[in-house]
């Protein structure tokens, strides 16, 4: 793809589809071979977040398939910005033309810049006081990427760094200076200049010193690091804790060694968060991370620091805690520098699942052990005391009166939750109650009509009983009687003789029938009287007959 045009790869291939698509791409709505294509040649490399975003404003058709499918986003995860026009999409993500609409007075940058540097020009140099605020920012300018020709006493480094910092500590005099912000905001003076020196882009005339400090304030303002930044670091105990236990639910054995050796995570990771990895990573390779960052936020943060831990743990797991020491104290950059190009750090970062809402759980979780830590009266652990410390007597009583906000409207929360909940489970209840009245009442129902019926089968079982005794009792006289009338009768003829006793059972019987309708109906019908004795019966009657 040397040389051809991002633009010229998407037409050349939705029209000149292969052989394979020919039939189904062919015949298809431009639209929907665009959405066909497009994720296929992003994932490749071909082409890049500004194609991408051109292809969106073709139509409203295309531009709801490029949202729904996320395919800017997908774009900078696999290629990055572009590095020309790098530094105009970090200030559209990084919101800076709304923080530039909040600024008094309705000043332009460069007279706001101007004034908060106590300057003349952009080739001035602020003054700094030699104490305080001023005089840390002083000394730790000589200390910053002391190498690097830009930043040497030779270089203009030196001064950019110092009139943005003091520039940044003015304007968020809430947060003001912290020893980190001077790597972040020299290697943003190093990525404009050369972001400037390669393209012409014009940047609404916008000097590196102030998109230096523009991009800075985004960070501060709009992407969480306003409490690392400030005073004793608030918001590092929280980032150390999320990350401690990312670590133990993707490499349980590195941090089982690190409880061994008495080392915590902290140490691993403060520089990380602090100077969001410029103090360990090579430009080209930071400026990757920082676009995932500035697209996604803290999750990229805990991504990349997965990803750097990965390469570190074989080195780490064979180390004691001494060994641990030495190591970062005489390679500051870890030697990533070699380990990791942009693309495989990214690669690698990408595949450690971190979502927003898991470190929403793990927030929620923290703030349960802080309120938890707090009503016991035991003494705190070391570890206790460097993931809580605001729980020390004497603590930062801002961050200490800020997390029990954050516990007492999470308690409300749950106040309000239990409540609706009881409510609905107290319907949910009601309805059960009344569901099972009407279940009771028709069973009482069923089982009133059983018993009846069972009684009367009882009346009717002695009924049948009783009437099979007469039965046999009127059939055993009908027999003596016949058998009697027969010896004394001997000239009658054997036939008639055996009529006559039938006929007798037979009165004997009807009136007993006749105050029984059900039974007298087998009768009428001619049906036998007694199911289950039908043999018994069939017997008496052959016995009779040969008598």
């Known amino acids: 793809m040397t040389g051809l045009n991002n633009k010229n790869v998407v037409w050349c291939t939705l029209y000149h589809p292969s052989d394979r698509d020919q039939m189904s791409l062919s015949d298809a709505p431009l639209d929907t071979r665009i959405g066909e294509v497009l994720p296929v040649l992003i994932q490749y490399g071909w082409i890049h977040v500004d194609t991408v975003e051109d292809v969106a404003a073709v139509n409203k058709n295309l531009r709801t398939l490029i949202e729904q499918r996320k395919l800017r986003r997908l774009a900078v995860r696999v290629t990055g910005f572009p590095a020309e026009l790098r530094v105009r999409y970090w200030l559209r993500v990084g919101d800076v033309s709304t923080l530039m609409k909040e600024i008094p007075n309705q000043l332009s940058s460069r007279t706001l810049f101007l004034k908060l540097t106590e300057m003349e020009s952009l080739e001035d140099k602020a003054p700094l006081?030699?104490?305080?605020?001023?005089?840390?920012?002083?000394?730790?300018?000589?200390?910053?990427?002391?190498?690097?020709?830009f930043f040497s006493e030779e270089g203009d480094g030196r001064r950019q760094l110092g009139n943005v910092l003091k520039a940044v500590a003015v304007h968020a005099n809430d947060v003001g200076y912290c020893q980190g912000m001077n790597y972040v905001v020299a290697a943003l003076l190093l990525l404009v200049k050369d972001g400037q020196e390669a393209s012409e882009v014009d940047l609404d005339g916008l000097s590196t010193q102030e998109v230096a400090f523009w991009l800075t304030l985004a960070l501060i303002r709009r992407k969480g690091m306003a409490d690392l930044w400030k005073h004793k670091m608030p918001g590092l105990s929280q980032c150390i804790y999320l990350f401690q236990q990312l670590l133990k639910l993707h490499f349980y054995d590195l941090s089982a060694h690190f409880r061994q050796i008495g080392m915590?995570?902290?140490?691993?990771?403060?520089q990380w968060f602090v100077t969001l990895f410029a103090r360990v990573l090579a430009i080209p390779t930071l400026a990757r991370v920082w676009d995932l960052i500035l697209l996604d936020g803290w999750k990229a943060v805990y991504r990349v620091a997965l990803a750097i831990t990965a390469e570190l743990r074989p080195k780490l797991l064979a180390m004691d805690l001494e060994q641990c020491s030495e190591f970062f104290r005489k390679n500051p950059k870890l030697g990533l520098e070699e380990a990791f190009s942009p693309d495989l750090l990214m690669l690698r970062a990408l595949k450690f699942?971190?979502?927003?809402?898991?470190?929403?759980?793990?927030e929620e979780e923290r703030h349960l052990e802080y309120l938890r830590l707090r009503l016991q009266e035991a003494p705190l652990s070391e570890e206790h005391r460097m993931l809580f410390p605001t729980l020390e007597h004497g603590g930062d009583a801002v961050a200490q009166r800020k997390s029990l906000e954050l516990i007492r409207s999470k308690l409300q929360r749950f106040d309000t939750d239990v409540a609706s909940d009881t409510v609905f489970l107290q319907h949910k209840i009601e309805a059960a109650e009344k569901a099972q009245a009407q279940a009771m009442s028709v069973?009482?129902?069923?089982?009133?009509?059983?018993?009846?019926?069972?009684?009367?089968?009882?009346?009717?079982?002695?009924?049948?009983?009783?009437?099979?005794?007469?039965f046999r009792k009127l059939m055993e006289t009908a027999i003596t009687e016949a058998?009697?009338?027969?010896?004394?009768?001997?000239?009658?003829?054997?036939?008639?003789?055996?009529?006559?006793?039938?006929e007798y059972i037979n009165e004997r019987m009807s009136s007993c029938f006749e105050r029984l309708p059900l039974l007298s109906s087998y009768l009428d019908t001619g049906d036998e009287l007694h199911g289950g004795d039908n043999d018994t019966d069939d017997e008496e009657d052959e016995e009779a007959q040969r008598n």
Not at 129 to 136: A, D, H, I, L, M
Not at 264 to 270: G, N, Q, R
Not at 353 to 362: A, D, N, P
Not at 447 to 470: D, F, G, H, Q, T
Request: charged content about 25%; proline content about 5%; glycine content about 4%.
């Open 443 to 470: 069973r009482y129902a069923i089982a009133y009509e059983l018993s009846e019926v069972a009684i009367e089968l009882n009346e009717r079982m002695e009924i049948k009983n009783r009437l099979r005794s007469k």
């Open 264 to 270: 915590h995570s902290s140490i691993l990771v403060t």
């Open 483 to 502: 058998t009697t009338s027969s010896t004394t009768n001997a000239s009658t003829s054997a036939f008639p003789m055996w009529i006559n006793p039938f």
């Open 353 to 362: 699942k971190v979502t927003r809402s898991s470190l929403k759980q793990l």
């Open 129 to 149: 006081e030699t104490t305080g605020v001023e005089g840390e920012i002083g000394r730790d300018i000589e200390r910053t990427f002391p190498a690097n020709p």
